[in-house]
């Protein structure tokens, strides 16, 4: 819990950051025959951090126990009962349990964390999240040596979430990382939105964010974590796995078997959303590429 991560940004950062990127796309444009060196590539440098307004985070949403619109959470969600709420952490831990919500915010140092987020469907926003690090959750929890994974779950309660009423995913939600992908410093349990308690259309009352991989690794309202010696099978890849691989990296040279991954549709602009190049593990190559050296990214989709 003492341990900060010393390139965390906050909304005083916003600048810093924003050149900080700028010098990395223009050496990018610069190596791949100045393509990225133009207008559109500086606007968006100079744009990245400037996190969207609450309307756009709260009411273009994935959430689909409450249905398949991106206006349905913000609708339905509501009838979500958060409190009281347990996160049962299992499997090979040293000390299993259900910890009370309120246990584990009274152990945990939340801060905030600006951070592009990118869904599969190329669409993408900047959001400053509240949250602490999963690694200290973990950690609370006491991982035991053999485990490799960690799998999440989504709460199920049809009763509240309209969605699960319908049977085309097999609910409960399941995502999963690899351990080291979950103890990296930049992987959030998120509890807010602007300083403010996170909207249960959000996912509340915690949900993970990995801001280098598509939006659907992000799982809402946790209720249980398993540490696994097993790769789990996560929801989209049951679904699809032609299309949905477990690490789920956003990478611009990795198309959707349906559609290009090379640029994204900034929410905010209305109909006139300006598309923008994709950046390779969404602009944290720096922090994580480290954690793939040797893999092949395109197998390992
Ligand atoms: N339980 C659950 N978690 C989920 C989803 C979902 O349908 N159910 N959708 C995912 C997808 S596809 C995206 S893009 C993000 C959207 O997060 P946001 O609505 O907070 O922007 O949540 C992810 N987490
Ligand atoms: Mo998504």
Not at 216 to 224: C, D, E, H, L
């Amino acid at each position: 819990m003492a341990h900060r991560w010393t390139n965390t940004l906050t909304r005083d950062d916003v600048t810093p950051e924003a050149h900080f990127i700028n010098r990395r796309q223009l050496m990018a444009g610069v190596a791949a025959g100045a393509a990225l060196v133009g207008a559109g590539a500086s606007a968006r440098a100079g744009e990245a951090l400037e996190p969207n307004p609450w309307e756009d985070i709260t009411q273009y949403n994935n959430f689909y126990e409450f249905g398949t619109g991106k206006g349905d959470p913000a609708a339905y969600a509501s009838a979500l009962t958060t409190e009281p709420w347990s996160v049962k952490i299992d499997g090979l831990v040293d000390r299993p349990g259900d910890y009370d919500f309120k246990d584990i915010m009274a152990e945990m140092t939340v801060e905030e964390r600006i951070y592009r987020f990118r869904c599969v469907e190329a669409w993408s926003m900047v959001i400053p999240w509240n949250g602490f690090e999963l690694a200290d959750l973990l950690a609370m929890a006491g991982v035991q040596g053999q485990a490799k994974y960690v799998r999440f779950e989504t709460l199920y309660r049809p009763s509240e979430m309209r969605g699960q009423k319908s049977g085309w995913i097999d609910w409960p939600y399941v995502e999963g990382l690899r351990l080291d992908e979950a103890q990296h410093p930049l992987t959030i349990m998120a509890t807010g939105i602007y300083g403010k308690t996170i909207p249960n259309q959000n996912g509340a009352p915690l949900r993970l964010v990995v801001p280098w991989k598509y939006g659907f690794k992000s799982i809402k309202s946790i209720v249980r974590i398993t540490l696994t010696d097993e790769q789990p099978v996560n929801t989209w890849q049951a679904l699809q796995a032609s299309e949905y691989g477990f690490y789920a990296n956003v990478n611009p040279q990795v198309d959707h078997p349906r559609w290009s991954q090379a640029s994204e549709r900034k929410i905010g602009g209305g109909l006139f959303s300006p598309r923008v190049p994709t950046l390779m593990f969404n602009g944290y190559e720096e922090e994580v590429a480290s954690l793939y050296e040797g893999m092949d990214l395109r197998a390992n989709y």
